[in-house]
């Protein structure tokens, strides 16, 4: 899979390459035309003032069409220009299309494999939430290890008569909410949807679990 990603990216830079050269060039052929324009302009009104110069004899018919040529030469540039321009849409959709060729022949050599890559990610997923309960299984058995004696305790307190019942928390009611920020504000263990939503679309972590665990570390209970 790594190969026909590095294919396949390195066509896509040839892509994007090719496209901003293709920008670039556009936006100098603008620039030159808007300048050339100008100057058809300016020759234009220079070319007029001839005419009335050559009418009047003040010029020779030789100077006269000296300036007519550089007219014409300016018009024809900013024909050629306009036609440049407009196939310069037309030449980068051909290459663009021809890497796309490229990109569609190379992916259809290696059907499966992305999907495939995407099925590894997704059963990892599960075996990560597998990996989390399993945790959670253990964090039961370590509770009740680290409450048996007052477990023990409780219970023949209540054989005895000395204690109604025992009144011990269950393994989720104890371990099952962490404190977090400087009140009385907890976090569960409860993974929420929109926790899943945010993580998998933006990356993002929920803030009362990060603050709990910098709690948990700060006192010494985690590392």
């Not at 992916?107 to 999907?115: C, D, I, K, L, Y």
């Not at 023990?152 to 011990?168: D, E, H, T």
Request: overall charge neutral; aromatic content about 8%.
């Amino acid at each position: 899979m790594a190969k026909i990603k590095t294919v396949i990216n390195n066509l896509l830079g040839k892509i994007e390459t090719t496209s901003e050269r293709y920008e670039q060039t556009l936006e100098k052929k603008q620039e030159e035309l808007i300048e050339t324009q100008q100057k058809l302009q300016d020759a234009q009104f220079k070319l007029k003032d001839f005419h009335k110069m050559k009418v009047l004899g003040d010029i020779t018919e030789e100077a006269y069409e000296a300036e007519a040529v550089t007219v014409k030469a300016l018009t024809e540039k900013i024909e050629t220009l306009h036609k440049e321009i407009g196939l310069i849409d037309t030449y980068k959709t051909e290459d663009v299309d021809a890497v796309l060729a490229e990109i569609k022949k190379a992916q259809a050599e290696n059907v499966g494999e992305a999907s495939n890559e995407v099925s590894q990610i997704k059963y990892k997923m599960q075996q990560a939430k597998l990996e989390y309960l399993q945790k959670i299984a253990e964090a039961r058995e370590e509770y009740w290890k680290a409450v048996s004696t007052e477990n023990r305790l409780n219970n023949i307190l209540v054989k005895l008569g000395k204690k109604n019942q025992n009144y011990l928390s269950g393994a989720y009611e104890a371990i099952g909410f962490a404190g977090y920020g400087n009140g009385y504000s907890t976090t569960n263990l409860m993974v929420q949807q929109n926790e899943v939503f945010d993580a998998l679309n933006y990356g993002r972590l929920p803030s009362p679990t990060i603050s709990a665990v910098e709690k948990g570390k700060k006192a010494g209970y985690i590392k």
